[in-house]
């Protein structure tokens, strides 16, 4: 993405405004993030850096953020040394993509000092750190960095701040004609990658926009168009710019090397949250269902040796008939045992082909008394044998629910995902979050709506909550019901009658990509009217069984579902 040095130093420059004022509230709605509301020239301005090891940034924000109902403990070591103080300045580490904000603030004794609060845009690296500026110590960071990370740089409370490591780069304003062209290997060729090794500043995007302006990558042809962007930005004359087509991407001058819809916004910080919205939801959506994901599996993981067990137990258990076999034999033979005996030798009446079994006995023991223990080991078997069975159906049963929730999660939205989210919490298998908020009458689920090329609505479940919601309470008993066949995956229902092959076919594709079955070819989608789908008592959400139902097979591609796509909207 276009978030390189020159895009850091255009928000740097559009930020000193708000030099001289005044940080009156801290935020930290999430994480990685923190709001800055600062009070400048009779105005509030939200100014909003994020440490995300993916989507890292910074710039001033329009839309308020929810906030979580107690502040992490960052967000109040801020409080306690910023909200008060005064921004004494905004500057850049160079050309790098490191900015800092100095606050001048009372400490505890009243005196003042300056506190700074450095943001480091780095990828996975990413950090957001507060430094007592005399002293250079770190006095919180977002992102611990212990010596078992990184030897090199330490970032933790009480350290001595360091910066991160220099790169051996040229400035790009500094080189002239000649030197640029010494310090490209013109024979090497991967031009853009050397733009990005040799300057500061430069990112892939933009050193994929000097190129395709230079044309033929002639030395002459990349020196014009490398000093021409450069001067542009030098003299801080921006055009920031948002791309939404096959490839996202944005920067603060047009970009003429991508295809799309091009969007110019009047300020960086505008441009820039208009580009990382989307980001930041889809970011936020990925880590939820990340979060879900790794929970699910290590549940699945769990039963799964606990499966082991049970079947262990019940190869086990199998000796019950044994130790019935065994009490029954010696109860019948209690008139040829002898006190002290080891084994008895008897006649097996059950088996003609044993005519003799020998059983063990407990010397210690009287004759009734080792036919009574082996009953009471009889006894232990089978009850065990019966949980054993039981619990194994279970776990099995709650191992094929929590394949559907995977299924489910590859292509939830934020709202399916909290649905998800809440079901799993009703069903017992997660806590319920403690916030604290008013009870708000609850929203029926809203499964998706599709128009077929015949004009017939279809309908289909995103999550088991919508599911139940589509196939008991939504859909007419003489709709038609699909899923595909054995497979987790949505309800999808087509409401009316009368359609023909191809709006089953349609309906048919939908079931199939909203499964596990995604990806695969001739996928089979089972389909009944919905009379003959039921859902036992007592089972699981979205479970249901069905009868008199037919096959159809298909191969979803987005090709083949693009129309059918275009169409869709909440029910």
């Not at 909003?48 to 308020?64: G, K």
């Not at 050309?95 to 780095?122: A, H, P, Q, T």
């Not at 010596?147 to 701040?161: C, H």
């Not at 599996?297 to 606990?306: F, G, T, V």
Request: proline share 6%; with cysteine; aromatic share 8%.
């Amino acid at each position: 993405m276009g978030f390189d040095g020159f895009v850091m130093r255009a928000i740097v420059h559009e930020l000193q405004p708000l030099v001289g004022g005044r940080v009156t509230k801290i935020y930290q709605p999430s994480e990685t993030d923190v709001i800055l509301l600062v009070r400048a020239h009779g105005e509030n301005h939200r100014l909003f850096l994020s440490a995300s090891h993916t989507i890292p940034r910074i710039y001033q924000v329009q839309e308020q953020l929810s906030n979580p109902p107690e502040p992490p403990l960052f967000c109040m070591v801020l409080r306690k040394h910023l909200e008060g103080g005064l921004i004494a300045g905004i500057g850049q580490m160079g050309l790098d993509r490191v900015c800092w904000l100095d606050i001048r603030s009372r400490n505890e004794l009243g005196d003042w000092g300056i506190k700074r609060l450095v943001l480091e845009v780095m990828g996975k690296h990413s950090n957001l750190i507060l430094i007592d500026l005399e002293s250079q110590r770190i006095l919180e960071a977002i992102h611990h960095v212990p010596a078992a990370l990184s030897q090199y740089r330490q970032v933790l409370p009480g350290r001595t701040y360091t910066p991160p490591p220099p790169q051996e780069k040229a400035v790009p304003w500094e080189m002239d004609r000649e030197s640029f062209f010494a310090a490209i290997d013109w024979n090497r060729g991967k031009l853009e990658k050397q733009l990005v090794e040799r300057y500061f500043g430069i990112g892939p995007t933009l050193a994929r926009e000097i190129l395709h302006r230079a044309g033929l990558p002639t030395r002459d042809n990349v020196w014009h168009a490398f000093s021409e962007i450069i001067n542009q930005l030098k003299r801080h004359h921006y055009e920031p710019t948002v791309i939404n087509g096959e490839k996202d991407d944005f920067h603060v001058i047009p970009l003429h090397s991508l295809d799309g819809k091009k969007k110019t916004c009047p300020t960086v910080s505008q441009c820039l949250e208009s580009f990382y919205k989307e980001q930041a939801q889809k970011e936020r959506i990925r880590q939820q269902a990340h979060d879900l994901k790794n929970w699910l599996e290590n549940e699945m993981k769990k039963n799964l040796k606990k499966m082991e067990k049970l079947r262990a137990t019940l190869e086990e258990a199998k000796q019950a008939e044994d130790f019935r076999l065994f009490g029954e034999l010696v109860t019948a033979n209690l008139h040829r045992i002898q006190p002290g005996d080891t084994e008895l030798i008897a006649e097996n009446f059950y088996e003609e082909s044993m005519p003799q079994i020998r059983v063990p006995l407990d010397p210690a023991l009287s004759p009734s008394e080792n036919a009574q223990a082996y009953f009471k080991k009889y006894n232990k078997a089978k009850n065990s044998l019966r949980m054993a069975r039981q619990q194994l159906e279970l776990a099995e049963e709650e191992n094929r629910y929590f394949e559907t929730i995977l299924a489910q999660l590859a292509l939830a939205s934020a709202r399916e995902l909290e649905e998800i989210r809440e079901e799993l919490i009703e069903q017992g298998y997660l806590r319920s979050r403690k916030t604290v908020r008013k009870k708000r009458k609850t929203e029926p689920p809203r499964p998706q709506q599709f128009r077929s090329s015949e004009g017939f609505e279809i309908l289909v479940g995103k999550n088991n909550r919508q599911n139940d919601y589509l196939t008991g309470k939504l859909a007419n008993r003489n709709d038609t019901w699909l899923h595909a066949k054995d497979i987790p995956g949505s309800h999808v229902v087509i409401r009316g009658q009368h359609f023909t092959e191809q709006t089953l076919k349609e309906a048919a594709l939908l079931a199939a990509w909203f499964s596990k079955a995604q990806r695969s070819s001739q996928v089979p989608v089972d389909y009944t009217l919905i009379r003959h789908v039921h859902k036992p008592s007592g089972a699981k959400p979205g479970f249901v069984i069905y009868e008199k139902q037919k096959t159809i097979y298909v191969t979803p591609t987005e090709e083949a579902l693009e129309p059918l796509l275009k169409t869709q909207h909440q029910a």
